[in-house]
């Protein structure tokens, strides 16, 4: 062999990638695990609610008590503020549901007011479900429609979706 193919098996040859560490989600508790396993066996009702670029997933479960958890969270730590924790607690007051819930959400994407908003929808319309009576009053409050309400795209040439460049004249 020449130095010239030395240097292209070199070239060739392939190197080792290291492949980037996973983390590991910490292992939860044999209650933990209980409570999930209670709360979605069994009959349930599910239903998808969105806002903008938000969408939960939304199950509710009959039950002789109340809880509700988002994202395997309860609803205080998942949502901080009052307002956002009302903006959940609309669906079942303004509803009137006799029977009692066990109701859990998988919320992915947008910010953390419309994911409440996309739990707000899809708890709608699961107790519609549940019982169709409460379509009416629900519709009337506006808890059963999307609001698709998201960012434009940018276009080409502008520097926003509709803001266009600083025109000069020479």
């Known amino acids: 062999m020449t130095t010239k193919d ?10 080792a990638v290291k492949k980037p560490a ?16 209670k709360a979605t ?13 938000s969408t939960a997933r939304v199950r509710i479960t009959e039950s002789s008590k109340e809880s509700i ?11 901080p503020t009052a307002d956002m924790q009302n903006i959940i607690a609309e669906a079942i007051e303004k509803s009137k549901v006799a029977g009692k819930f066990i109701i859990t959400a998988k919320v ?8 409440a908003e996309a739990v707000r929808h ?10 169709e009576e409460t379509r ?11 609001d698709p309400g998201m960012k ?11 803001k266009a460049p600083q025109w000069s004249k020479r």
């Open 152 to 162: 434009e795209r940018r276009k080409f040439g502008l520097k926003k979706a509709r």
């Open 69 to 79: 958890s988002i994202n395997d969270k309860e609803v205080p730590v998942y949502f």
């Open 22 to 37: 996973v983390k590991k989600a910490p292992a939860k508790s044999s209650d933990e695990k209980a409570v999930v396993a």
């Open 122 to 131: 899809g708890l709608s319309r699961a107790i519609v479900k549940f019982d």
């Open 6 to 15: 030395t240097t292209v098996e070199k070239a060739i040859k392939p190197t």
């Open 136 to 146: 009416k009053r629900l519709k009337k409050l506006g808890f059963l429609k999307r």
């Open 41 to 53: 066996s069994g009959k349930y009702i599910e239903a998808v609610g969105r806002r903008k670029t």
């Open 108 to 115: 992915v994407g947008g910010g953390i007011h419309s994911q």
